[in-house]
């Protein structure tokens, strides 16, 4: 620790080893709640749990009978000007995410500067309905503030850490006690189209600025900074039937494997579940994939799903038929898992669906996806009916849930 301050041979503008510990160049000044102290009070301000908000004919409700979260990611701009959207959230959810407020480029805008007003706001929500709160994203190539990426671009391995550091500790710290689970790393594979940077690495400016180290370590850091909150590594297209998906779960396997051998503290393993149409569901493939995770002691979240209806029919009652049925295809394999502990779609208000903003994923006949469980006057959709029925004909595995929950 002596030589920390000098020595990095890389003394530039806002980037010498100095600034980074200090904070001073990176807006990441250690709050005074973000200090790592073990077995300390929740952060004052968020409020006690509340009493459960969710009816009795809710997903939740149902979710719970056999020992699972059911939630969505709460968009805060709707959150803020809907109170009928706000009623649904409270009416059906018992876990909340912020889609971006947690996200580095929402808390960290510019150097100097913090923002934790809106992912804030939401996890108040959520404590006084008794909902909990999954925290995403910590590390990811995306959603990084303009600022970041040439800042970790010119730094050395050493300076690249300690920023890493300081960023987990600051947002992390800050809602220390109050996260079930971080996605400490999003999206580390490659898809179909990225070059393999090793082990079924992307490309990443943290892979550049850190090397393959970087996950092992965010996993550690977390674990210093909150350690009731669950470790949890989040990962996209690795559900469907698709070949290139089967190859990407074969090396997921191979990497949890030797993260668990490493002792890295990893404690689940969260399937995006963005299911595309397109792809055909292949239950043997995912039942095989899901009962290695639970083998190794990991627990299991469905923390992004959706369903981009894109080669389903214009017609509404068909695609929502097929709709259902596709996500019934996947909820019963998900749910027939033990080590699978929650299910979070991507909203629960159709309306607000990020896919109709994606490119690649919007209609071809230009109308707007049917993807989540309520429609645009928030009525229970037949996906939801599904959703529900998934849960409530789920074999009961509560006291393995409950036990992998504590571990
Ligand atoms: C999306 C949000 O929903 C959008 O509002 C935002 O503009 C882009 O990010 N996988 C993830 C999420 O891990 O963070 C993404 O969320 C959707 C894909």
Redesign the pocket.
Known sequence: MEDRDGGSGTDMPGLSRRAVLAGAACGLARPASAAPSAGAAPAAGFGPLGRPSWSADSLQAAAAAKGLLYGC?V?FHRFDTSPPYRQAVARECGLLVC??EM?MEEVLPAPGRTDFARGDAILRFARANGQRMRG??LV?HA?LPPWVGPLLARANAVQAEDFMRRWIETVAGHYRGQIVAWDVV??IFGNESDPDRGGGLRDSPWLAAIGPGYVDLAFRILRETDPAAAGTW?E?AVEQGAPWMEAKRTKVLRRLSAMRARGVPIKRFGL?S?LTSTVPIDQGQLRRFLAEIGAMGLGIEIT?FDIDDRAFPSDVPTRDRMVADFARRYLDVVLAEPATLDIVS?DIYDPDT?LN?HPFRKRPDGLPQRALPLDARFQRKPVWHAMQRAFREAPDHAAARDKLRRA
Do not use: L
């Open positions: 990611e968009p889609g971006t996200k995403h994203t990811w959603a999003n999206e989040n996209d995006q963005h992004e991507w990020w903003d």
